[in-house]
């Protein structure tokens, strides 16, 4: 099997003689696709050279998709957001604490209206979908793991999710995470990226959506509890055309990377959506570049459809860059060459 779509995300864009010169220098990698990873502030200053730039990339060949990068702290990514800049309410509420976090509830009507409006513009670019990037709630505890390991504390329990829950479930919200909490949270997690889509849809019927999760185990005993941990019911879901789970660190044992590979694939054939893989393309590199080729041989080995790669030139200038980004992308490069189907 060979991999029918290679892609890598781009972000800053602004000027499209510039992004040009960029689009070419990713087809050179063997590039298919660009995600357009978008930041409040750039749709909400940069619109009118974003239609001008995607519609160049798909002059140029490349399908594109336009990832609503770290909207609310909703979606994963490191720009700031407007929202919450502009709102001293609507945010996520750890069950625990009560206290307010850096987070904006997406469940609360605020929230939902200003993420559907901005999609409703963005479903205006000449793209070939969206790409959900990493959506979860925010996680108020002070470790993180990417292969699991469950926190005790929670979100969401602000005032209008209680109210919510106890409509649905006919008694107060709960403070422990319990199995009606989880499936609220899943339930709602899941409405707002389901109405955006039919939103988008109705501006662009051939919209494609992308769907990325977190790579955990996800297993009996280990979840996050993000919200979107039900790889059934989000592969599932009308908002997703394409299953997709996050990157894995480099230093995993490969071992990690088939088993999150199988059950991408077999989770997306089940509900008959196509699937994709991420490859580490900033912060960290194998130890030995050449890993990037052989692990993209693997997914390629097991059915990846779509492989990406997170980011152009390795991160290249950024806090986040690969020890040697523009090395690391010119592996990512000939790994994509190696893998794509001509
Ligand atoms: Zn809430």
Redesign the pocket.
Known sequence: MAVKETGVSYYGLSYVEHAERDFKEMIDHHCTAVILALSEFDVDFWLPNIKVVAKRAKDMGLNVYLDTWGVGKWFGGEPTSLFLTQNPGNR??SAFTDEPLPAA?F??PAFRNYYFEMCQKLAEVEADGFFWDEPHYALPKAYASITGGAGDDWT???P??QKMFEAQYGYPMPRQLTMEVKRFRQDQALDILETATKKIRAIRPSSKMTCCVHATLGTYYVTENRGYDNWDKVGKSSACDVFSTTILSYSLPRSFFRSVTQRTIDTAKKYGKGNQRWLMGYYQEPEKLDEVSEVAKLYSEMGVESLFAWTYRGGYGTVLAAPHALELWDAIGRAYGEVLER
Request: with cysteine; net charge positive; charged share 10%.
């Open positions: 996520q509420v509830c469940n609360t969401c329990r602000c209008h999710c």
